[in-house]
């Protein structure tokens, strides 16, 4: 197996070109193939390669920090997902309709559990940049003073379901159709399948931050969005 390469493409990746991968893509010669196959084109669903260098978050979140979670959480559940779905007609459909056809359904959870991850995990490397935090773009912030009355008011909200998530999960910026809010999702829970709109999450498994912060989750939240949330991303996203 080679090593997985990290990218260095700086900017904002569209939402779809890096959630729906397909073989064929770099990312898929860049994973060096899936144990279990001969090609690397055989695999359905390929590792996005981070929108940052390994070590750009540091010391926020420190490269030995992204090489196992990146290295070894996100890229292990690309490699479960695609040895679960072998030989289903789920290769073919794209993560976001797997995690569709599968929510809720309970002999389904492992594919559910996995693909959701995949997903999860992506988007909350593209909710993180260097040098991010601070004051949303306009557009962004004339959103949250609507719906939150400041943009502090939504730093808090978020900082909050991030700690107050019972166990491993995620915390989310979401639009709902009226406007923005936040929410908390368990395990591999995503608004996705509740009919919400992501903007930007925060991963709050131990893994995301152990290493780096042990037990203070609250301390890794709140360096998170101090130093490295995208909010350029969640603007791209409400649109
Ligand atoms: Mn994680």
């Known amino acids: 197996m080679h090593t997985i390469e990290t990218m260095h493409s700086p900017g904002i990746l569209n939402r779809r070109d890096f959630l729906i991968a397909t073989a064929g893509t770099v990312a898929c010669l860049a994973m060096g193939g ?3 196959t001969s090609h ?4 359905a669903i390929v590792l996005p390669p981070l929108p940052y ?7 926020v979140i420190t490269a030995r920090t992204m090489s196992f979670h990146y290295g070894k959480h996100h890229s292990g559940y690309v490699t479960n997902l695609n040895k679960l779905i072998a030989g289903t007609e789920y290769p073919e459909m794209g993560l976001e309709k797997i995690i569709a056809d599968t929510a809720g359904v309970p002999e389904k959870a492992a594919i559910f559990n996995n693909a959701a991850q995949v997903w999860n995990h992506t988007f909350y490397w593209n909710s993180l940049k260097p040098g991010g935090g601070g004051e949303p773009p306009a557009a962004l912030k004339a959103m949250i003073d609507a719906s939150f009355g400041s943009v502090d008011a939504c730093r808090k909200e978020l900082a909050t379901a991030a700690t107050t998530q019972f166990g491993s999960g995620w915390a989310w910026l979401v639009a709902d159709g009226k406007g923005l809010k936040v929410v908390k999702t368990g395990n591999a829970e995503t608004p996705l399948t ?9 991963d709050v498994w131990e893994h995301a931050y152990y290493l780096d912060y042990q037990n203070r989750r609250a301390d890794y939240v709140n360096a998170v969005l101090d130093k490295l949330i995208n909010w350029e991303f969640a603007l791209q996203n409400a649109g």
């Open 40 to 43: 690397a084109a055989e695999a």
């Open 194 to 202: 509740t009919g919400l709109k992501p903007l930007l999450t925060i």
């Open 34 to 36: 899936f144990p279990g």
């Open 53 to 59: 260098a390994e070590n750009a978050l540091d010391p």
